[in-house]
């Protein structure tokens, strides 16, 4: 089945304590791409990535990190979680069909720091 | 930066209605998407509509776009429990092919 597989799907942890969201993709896509969502916010990009070892930030980069190095994965680390980074994240992954990016969504990572 | 933002923020109808969603952006657009989302999971792709399209059907869907406004609606008709969800569109404005989000409508519909 084509799909888009996070874990965990649920964290929680402590400040500081350095932690990897993983995000593998099964559909040979080469566009990957992290969203945080809050409440009255929407999503908002955190990273993305056009290709391997191509990534760029998104609107919201500080405190995550991530990495490219095969095409079908595409892990956030958060290298010294602090309590604002408390959301839910997304990974989501596109082919371009005729120059639109139509993303496919993961099931969702419900992190909480303390 | 927020682009796409939703009108009206929750919206309770009766099974059976039709359910009309509206979106605003800021700049100009290559395309503009719906997804839904059901409680806390991911987000399904629903329609795309492409910025020299005015008009889009899919199902019970149908999304508009006006440019001139740039604005967009989704109406879902003859909607049903199941479509109870958060929807949100987004736009496709850059080069880098990101796509920007709204913060979504709640749509609630009564059995």
């Known amino acids: 089945e084509a799909q888009v597989t996070q874990n965990p799907r649920y964290l929680i942890t402590v400040t500081g304590k350095k932690l990897t969201v993983t995000c593998s993709q099964n559909m040979n896509h080469e566009y990957m791409s992290w969203y945080r969502q809050d409440p009255g916010l929407g999503l908002r990009q955190i990273y993305y990535?056009?290709?391997?070892?191509?990534?760029d930030k998104g609107d919201v980069p500080e405190g995550y990190k991530v990495s490219r190095k095969e095409k079908r994965n595409f892990p956030l680390i958060l290298e010294s979680p602090s309590p604002n980074q408390t959301s839910l994240y997304f990974c989501?992954?596109?082919?371009?069909?005729?120059?639109?990016?139509?993303?496919?969504f993961g099931a969702g990572s419900r992190l909480t720091v303390l | 930066s927020q682009q796409g933002e939703e009108d009206p923020q929750a919206l309770s109808i009766q099974e059976g209605e039709n359910a009309t969603m509206n979106c605003s952006y800021k700049t100009s657009i290559n395309n503009l998407q719906w997804y839904r989302q059901n409680s806390g999971r991911g987000l399904v792709h629903l329609i795309l509509?492409?910025?020299?399209?005015r008009e889009k059907h899919s199902g019970r869907l149908r999304v508009t776009l006006d440019t001139s406004k740039k604005s967009s609606s989704l109406l879902i008709t003859a909607s049903r429990a199941a479509d109870t969800a958060s929807y949100f569109c987004?736009?496709?404005?850059?080069?880098?092919?990101?796509?920007?989000f709204g913060s979504g409508t709640q749509l609630t519909v009564l059995p």
């Open positions: 509509i492409r910025s020299n399209e």
């Open positions: 990535s056009m290709n391997v070892e191509v990534t």
């Open positions: 989501a992954s596109s082919l371009s069909l005729a120059g639109a990016n139509v993303l496919t």
């Open positions: 987004a736009t496709d404005s850059g080069s880098a092919r990101q796509l920007t």
